[in-house]
Structure formats: C-alpha cells, structure tokens
T-cell receptor, first 111, second 113 residues
C-alpha cells in the first residue's frame, strides 16, 4: 500500500519568507501526487497535482511542488509567504482507486 | 456551480445511538469517497463508490459503519451504536471519474458523548 510522510506537524515562517513543506512517498512505481490545503472550518482544496510529464508543478496561490523520483519526494514551496497562507497542508498519493493522505502540516505565518 | 454538500454540519450523538450522514456530490460526478478525519490527523479513507457500486470498503473500521449510494448520486454514511472513538469529522468527496481531482465537502463533525 502507498503512504506519504510529512516531516513536521507544525511549520512557522515569517511573512515574506520562503515556505517549504516536506513530503516523501513510498511507491515502487511513479504515483499520482497531490497537495491539498484546508482552511479552518472548510473542506480540503486541491493546490496542485502531479500525474506525468513535467516534474515541476505549479498550483494555485503561488505554490509549486517538484517531483523527485530519486528522492521519492514531492516538497511544496512558495517563494514568499502571506498571512493568508496560514492553514493545514496535506500531501497525498494515489493508491489504486483511492487517495491516501499524510497526517498534515500546519503552517503558521509570523508577522 | 454547487460544490459537494454535506449535512448535517454538526451532529452530537449519545453513545449507542445510530447516526446518518448525508453527502450530495457535484452533479455528474461518478466517483464518491468517504473519509474520516480525527482531530489533528489527516483524512483516513473509509469507502469508495463508482456510481451506485461500492467498489472499496476496506477502510470502514467496523461492521457498525455502512455506506450506500443507491441511485449513484446522494450517499449516506450510517454509523450504528456510536462509540466515543467515532468522534471525528466525516468528509465526503466526489470526482468526475477515476484519477480526477477530488472535490471535498465541508464535512460533518460528529461528537459522541
């Protein structure tokens, strides 16, 4: 079965600083990979996804992620954090007919 | 257009009561998923429908959990004889077809007292 590991349950960055949220997956074949964001009291929203092709994937709100097969990683980045980016972020991987989620990383933005 | 709608938004049940949680997916979406999200955790897969067929129920934690989607649209997740460990947010998601992105509802927060 597929799984994802998100390093760091909480990450704090200053407003304007680089955001880096780490995700590693376990898979012997290239999977589909996703990042979802969850704002308080809201459902999950898709930020971006990797299926095939270009390994650098751009998503909404200035986020992007790079698929690195050699490192089995799919880290999420944003060059400059905004206060509105404070939320919970989930990395996810496809596993046959379903999507498996990591435990999440809560991103705190410091003024 | 309308997104995935879940009701009720909040549900408080006494231990031992039965509950039913409803999900209205986006019209035309073939695939429907139920997830359970405990406090501070990621969503855990419960079950998956393609139209009215329940193709995967491997994530249902016990035989007290039952899901149906009789007409391939609205789905109901039923929990019988609720226990405190059932307290969680239950998320429904739909997608146009397999491997399409999931669209999530806002969830139903179930509290068992």
């Amino acid at each position: 079965a597929q799984s994802v590991t998100q390093l760091g349950s909480h990450v704090s960055v200053s407003e304007g600083a680089l955001v880096l949220l780490r995700c590693n997956y376990s898979s012997s074949v290239p999977p589909y990979l996703f990042w979802y964001v969850q704002y308080p009291n809201q459902g999950l929203q898709l930020l971006l996804k990797y299926t095939t092709g270009a390994t650098l994937v751009k998503g909404i709100n200035g986020f992007e992620a790079e698929f690195k097969k050699s490192e089995t990683s799919f880290h999420l980045t944003k060059p400059s954090a905004h206060m509105s980016d404070a939320a919970e972020y989930f990395c996810a991987v496809s596993d046959d007919d379903k999507i498996i989620f990591g435990k999440g990383t809560r991103l705190h933005i410091l003024p | 257009g309308a997104g995935v709608s879940q009701s009720p938004r909040y549900k408080v049940a006494k231990r031992g009561q039965d509950v039913a949680l409803r999900c209205d997916p986006i019209s035309g979406h073939v695939s429907l998923f139920w997830y359970q999200q405990a406090l501070g955790q990621g969503p855990e897969f419960l079950t998956y429908f393609q139209n009215e067929a329940q193709l995967d129920k491997s994530g249902l934690p016990s035989d007290r959990f039952f899901a149906e989607r009789p007409e391939g649209s609205v789905s109901t997740l039923k929990i019988q004889r609720t226990q405190q460990e059932d307290s969680a947010v239950y998320l429904c998601a739909s997608s146009l077809r397999d491997s399409s992105p999931l669209h999530f509802g806002n969830g139903t927060r179930l509290t068992v007292t």
